[in-house]
């Protein structure tokens, strides 16, 4: 918490409220859920101030995000937090760890990202893409465009926050977009999966955010 200031404090207050009455108000009180989404919005608030305790808990938020996508059978969901966000997020972990910002020891030093790790990420993605996707066909996953592109988003985002970008945060912005048509098409079939449509639409906000403290502290840094 000390290296949250009042606004990022504010912020996680309010994304805390939010996500707690949208459970509440759904009347159907799914402890994994709320969890869940508890943890990613703290994990998006320390990623926001470039702090790595934001990948680790970004490692506990995947696997209870996947237990939620498994029990409405949207595999795409849990084969991808659970097989490439999770992993990734360790990889990410060691990486912040190894560069810390000069000038704030508890803050990540951010990277421009090369013309090579450019298209590796395009070659990266690409094959997540493809490899994800098949497997998403095989398992008969609902709503299969929206898994797809959610896919592409998020290991964008995961490699992305591994290479210390700035543009992690867009990339996690698109990625809730998708997500909250994914949940929105979900809570059709169940009203109960509702909450998740608040919960994503404020992920989508808070990583607006880190893309904003990511822009800022560049001038600083680079």
């Known amino acids: 918490m000390k290296v949250l200031q009042k606004r990022d404090i504010t912020i996680w ?8 009455i949208s459970n509440i108000l759904s009347g159907k009180f799914d402890i994994v859920n709320l969890t869940a989404t508890l943890l990613g919005a703290t994990s998006l608030i320390l990623l926001a101030k470039g702090n790595v305790w934001g990948n680790i808990i970004m490692i506990v938020f995947s696997i209870l995000y996947g237990i939620a996508s498994f029990r409405y059978r949207y595999w795409g969901e849990m084969l991808t937090y659970l097989g490439m966000t999770l992993p990734m997020a360790v990889l990410s972990t060691v990486s912040w760890l190894k560069n810390p ?3 704030n020891k508890n ?116």
């Open 13 to 20: 207050l309010v994304s805390v409220t939010v996500v707690i």
């Open 101 to 103: 910002s000069a000038g």
């Open 107 to 222: 803050e990540v030093k951010i990277q421009h990202l090369s013309k090579k790790q450019i298209v590796n990420m395009a070659i990266f993605t690409l094959l997540a893409t493809l490899i994800f996707g098949v497997l998403l066909v095989k398992f008969n996953t609902p709503n299969i465009v929206f898994s797809v592109l959610s896919i592409t988003t998020s290991f964008l985002a995961a490699y992305l926050s591994f290479q210390r970008s700035t543009w992690y945060a867009f990339a996690y912005a698109l990625n809730d977009i998708v997500l909250i048509v994914l949940w929105v098409l979900a809570s059709i079939d169940d009203i109960s999966n509702l909450p998740m449509v608040a919960n994503f639409s404020i992920f989508l906000f808070n990583d607006a955010y880190g893309f904003y403290s990511w822009k800022k502290r560049e001038k600083t840094q680079i």
